[in-house]
């Protein structure tokens, strides 16, 4: 059974945190490299942030040094601490292989973050 399911988003202040969780199925998650994708209104999904099965990572220039991803193997879980969130962070959230396609890969609901001012 395939399955992605992202939770933690919600309204937070700019300058504020939050993290987020996603819980992936064993044929997604086991060796793979797995990421964080966003997709703001009117615009296309993008990958902010990957990390490989051994633990490095890499991260998009617009949340590099205020977002953390992680993965807990044993669990198959992704997270992404977000800290000194701006306006321009809100979006829709979603975990995923970093090859992940359009329409053609299994996608989870995502979990929405809004930031206000």
């Known amino acids: 059974q395939v399955q992605l399911v992202e939770s933690g988003g919600g309204l937070v202040q700019a300058g504020g945190s939050l993290r987020l969780s996603c819980v992936a199925s064993?044929?997604?998650?086991?060796?793979?490299?797995m990421g964080w994708f966003r997709q703001a209104p009117g615009k296309q999904r993008e990958l902010v942030a990957f990390?490989?099965?051994?633990?490095?990572?890499n991260y998009a220039d617009s949340v590099k040094g205020r977002f953390t991803i992680s993965r807990d193997n044993a669990k198959n879980m992704v997270y992404l601490q977000m800290n000194s969130l701006k306006l321009e962070d809100t979006a829709v959230y979603y975990c995923?292989?970093?090859?992940?396609?359009?329409?053609?890969?299994?996608w989870g609901k995502g979990t929405l973050v809004t930031v206000s001012s």
């Open positions: 064993g044929s997604i998650f086991r060796g793979s490299a």
């Open positions: 990390i490989v099965n051994g633990g490095s990572t």
């Open positions: 995923n292989r970093p090859g992940a396609r359009e329409r053609v890969d299994y």
